[in-house]
């Protein structure tokens, strides 16, 4: 089968959407099939066209940003070759630019699903309004074209003003979550690099330094922390300089975090890679999700702890809260809540083995294997009924 992927941002940047898509893509190139990634070229320096790990990436130029969109005249052009090359589509939202691709899908009656990620919020701003209305149109249009829509969570669709609209064309599918094998060797080396583990507890967050994430409310958390675990650690895997659009933010935490990094209390890890990540989970006694809003759908990160025997302690947004619900690792705290979430802290720290499980089921429920095969019975699917209707 030949399947075109099809999102604003790829691989090297790095989000939850990015990751999601990369291992679905990798994981259809292993299976034999011809795997296309059509994104933007957000960065000059990457290449326009290449292969990496069996999938061909195509990237569009960009003219011009709007915020964290990009501007992309000659997309279209090059979307309707792909379309016509491939025989399905998976669409990845939020995209401005998913209506014309889904279009091009049910004329073609190429099989369209939309893997549908979180809800878009757009920072305040007249510019970002106008763009927000325009995004909502093309959102429209793409669900009106599209096959079908999937994601993570039912909680999350039913929750979603977007996605609760559109259930009867809904399909639940667990996202991808695998992590590298790694030797207990490299394991301690990271910890003697980073923090040796069992001199100071350590609690951790995997993610972009982003408005949306809540790190203020693990920073408004630390006193309460720090009166329980005088040692304790925060560490922060993933990136935090120079992310589009989130400069002010952290400009605005800068200073509490850097006392606490001048304390020892705050580490940033840098964005690590696969094999870094794999490394860094069984070095943390607890990871934290306190997310905000709506853009945070699930929180992929909460499994690749609980693979490692980490519980989380995440925000009761939907579909965030899933993990923890369903997999009995960790605790569920209000949005916000600093408070609530020092306490969760200070419980999941002091009893970690009650919130421990087997990770084996677990695994086996997220693999990327797994999941693209879910992905080829729905394609299977649609093109039946495409045939049908023919």
């Keep these: 089968m030949r399947i075109l992927i099809v999102l604003t941002y790829y691989r090297p940047h790095t989000s939850g959407l990015t990751i999601y898509a990369e291992r679905l893509a990798k994981a259809w190139a292993r299976r034999g099939h011809q795997v296309t990634v059509l994104t933007s070229r957000y960065d000059p320096s990457l290449a326009a066209e290449e292969v990496v790990d069996g999938v061909r990436i195509v990237r569009a130029p960009v003219w011009f940003r709007i915020s964290k969109g990009v501007i992309m005249p000659t997309f279209g052009w090059i979307a309707s070759r792909l379309v016509n090359e491939n025989d399905v589509v998976q669409l990845h939202l939020p995209q401005f630019d998913a209506a014309g691709v889904a279009l091009r899908g049910r004329l073609l009656k190429k099989p369209t699903v939309i893997t549908y990620h979180c809800d878009l919020i757009m920072p305040p701003g007249a510019l970002a309004w106008l763009a927000n209305q325009a995004v909502h149109v093309m959102n429209r249009l793409a669900a009106l074209f599209t096959h ?15 996605l609760k609209r559109y259930l009867n064309k809904l399909h639940v599918i667990p996202p991808p979550v695998e992590l590298p094998e790694v030797s207990a060797e490299s394991v301690d080396a990271f910890a003697r690099d980073n923090n040796p583990r069992g001199q100071r507890p350590v609690v951790g967050m995997a993610a972009r330094f982003a408005t949306e994430k ?148 677990i695994r086996e429920r997220y693999l990327p294997d797994t999941i693209a095969i879910e992905y080829e019975k729905l394609f299977a699917e649609i093109s039946k009924e495409l045939s049908g209707a023919a």
């Design 148 to 162: 079908r829509f999937v994601t993570y969570t039912r909680d999350y669709a039913e929750h979603s003003p977007y």
């Design 214 to 361: 809540g790190v203020e409310v693990l920073l408004d958390a630390m006193p309460r922390l720090l009166e329980a675990y005088p040692d304790l650690q925060v560490q922060f895997a993933g990136p935090y300089q120079n992310i589009i659009g989130e400069e002010a933010y952290l400009a605005r935490l800068w200073p509490r975090i850097e006392r606490y990094q001048a304390e020892g209390h705050w580490k940033f890890l840098g964005v690590l890679d696969p094999t870094q990540m794999a490394r860094f989970y069984p070095n943390i006694d607890a990871l934290v999700l306190s997310s905000l809003n709506s853009t945070e759908a699930f929180g992929l990160v909460q499994i690749e702890a609980m693979l490692n025997g980490v519980p989380c302690v995440a925000s009761n947004l939907p579909g965030v809260r899933q993990p923890v619900t369903v997999h009995e690792m960790g605790k569920v705290i209000q949005i916000g809540d600093s408070a609530g979430l020092a306490d969760a802290l200070i419980e999941v720290l002091g009893q970690r083995a009650q919130f421990q499980r087997d990770p084996e089921p």
